[in-house]
C-alpha cells in the first residue's frame, strides 16, 4: 500500500513539472472562447504526456493537444548581446462541457 502511496507522488511531482504555467495573452483567451486552454510546457515534453498530465491535474477530458516551439531571439541592449530560450506552449481543446480557470491555483 505505501509503495501505491509513493508512486502516485512521483507522478503527481512529474505532472506539475510538464504544466509550467498558464499563457495569459489575448490570442489564448479567444482560445478559451472555443475550450482551449494554453499552457507553457518544457522543450522535451510530449502531446501524452501534456494531456496525461492536465487530465490528472485538473480532473478534466481532453479532446486534443497542439504544441508549438518559439524560437529564442538575439536581443541586443546597451551593446551587449543576449540571448532568449526556447519556449514551448501547448494548446489543449477540452471536451465540450469541460473548462479550466487558469485564474486559480491548482
Given at each position: ?42 522543450t ?12 490528472a ?30 519556449v ?15 485564474g486559480?491555483?491548482?
Amino acid at each position: 500500500m505505501a509503495a501505491k502511496k509513493k508512486e502516485n507522488a512521483q507522478v503527481a511531482e512529474w505532472m506539475y513539472e510538464i504544466i509550467r504555467s498558464p499563457v495569459v495573452t489575448e490570442k489564448s483567451t479567444r482560445g478559451s472562447e472555443h475550450g482551449q486552454v494554453t499552457f507553457k510546457v518544457p522543450t522535451t515534453a510530449t502531446k501524452p504526456q501534456v494531456k496525461a498530465a492536465v487530465e490528472a491535474l485538473f480532473k478534466v477530458k481532453v479532446k486534443g493537444v497542439n504544441t508549438l516551439t518559439t524560437k529564442g531571439k538575439t536581443k541586443v541592449f546597451k551593446g551587449i548581446k543576449a540571448f532568449r530560450s526556447d519556449v514551448k506552449k501547448a494548446i489543449v481543446t477540452l471536451e465540450p462541457g469541460q473548462t479550466i480557470d487558469v485564474g486559480t491555483g491548482v
